[in-house]
């Protein structure tokens, strides 16, 4: 196990805050001017959708796990769960492929999850 990496983000409100990135940290630069709670260690994003005759690709899920380590105890899931279309019947069975799709990945984001907070006790 490679040694914890520790980083310095400046915060709006208090200014340099040193904390642990994770391993599966994707980094910060995402977080422009941020606030101290606001900080956030997120994994790469997983997805789920179908491709149906009546829409072509249609994106269902994006997930991750995300912690605010100033704001929660241990990481969270977050989802992003959409889909308001009318379809063909003939979709659906793509449809419900994509949901069972997205619904198998929230498990294994949500057992991933499970296994990081393990590693902070």
Not at 5 to 23: F, N, W
Not at 30 to 37: C, G, K, L, S, T
Not at 65 to 79: H, T
Request: proline fraction near 6%.
């Amino acid at each position: 196990m490679s040694a914890p990496r520790t980083i310095t983000i400046v915060t709006v409100d208090h200014g340099p805050v040193e904390l642990v990135e994770p391993d599966w940290c994707i980094g910060h630069h995402w977080q422009r001017d941020p606030y101290r709670d606001d900080l956030t260690h997120n994994s790469v994003r997983v997805k789920a959708g179908a491709t149906t005759e009546t829409h072509g690709w249609l994106p269902m899920l994006e997930a991750r796990v995300s912690w605010a380590p100033f704001k929660e105890l241990v990481p969270v899931i977050s989802l992003i769960v959409d889909v308001e279309h009318d379809f063909a019947a003939e979709d659906g069975r793509a449809v419900a492929e994509g949901l069972r799709l997205a619904a198998s990945r929230i498990e294994a984001v949500a057992a991933e999850a499970i296994r990081l907070r393990e590693g902070l006790a």
